[in-house]
């Protein structure tokens, strides 16, 4: 399980679990904001809404 960072909701994440195949989140393209090293695995709502905020170039909400 993983805690995402910006709910803190626990959500499965799929890394590492199954090696013949890839996360959820290898599906969505990357965070143009997450540094290249980024440890941080955000929930499937969180990870949609910071997508779409990027692509909106809405700001986040603090």
């Keep these: 399980m ?3 960072p910006a709910c ?3 959500f499965s994440c ?3 679990q199954h090696p013949d195949q ?3 989140c290898s599906r969505l393209p990357p965070l143009a904001s997450a540094k290249p ?3 941080e695995c ?3 709502d969180c990870l949609q809404r910071l ?3 990027e692509q909106t170039g809405e ?3 603090s």
Aim: aromatic content about 8%; proline content about 12%.
């Design 8 to 10: 803190r909701q626990q």
């Design 22 to 24: 890839p996360c959820w």
């Design 59 to 61: 700001k986040p909400a």
């Design 42 to 44: 955000y929930c499937p």
């Design 51 to 53: 997508l779409r905020q």
């Design 14 to 16: 799929g890394a590492g």
């Design 37 to 39: 090293a980024a440890t």
């Design 2 to 4: 993983a805690q995402c």
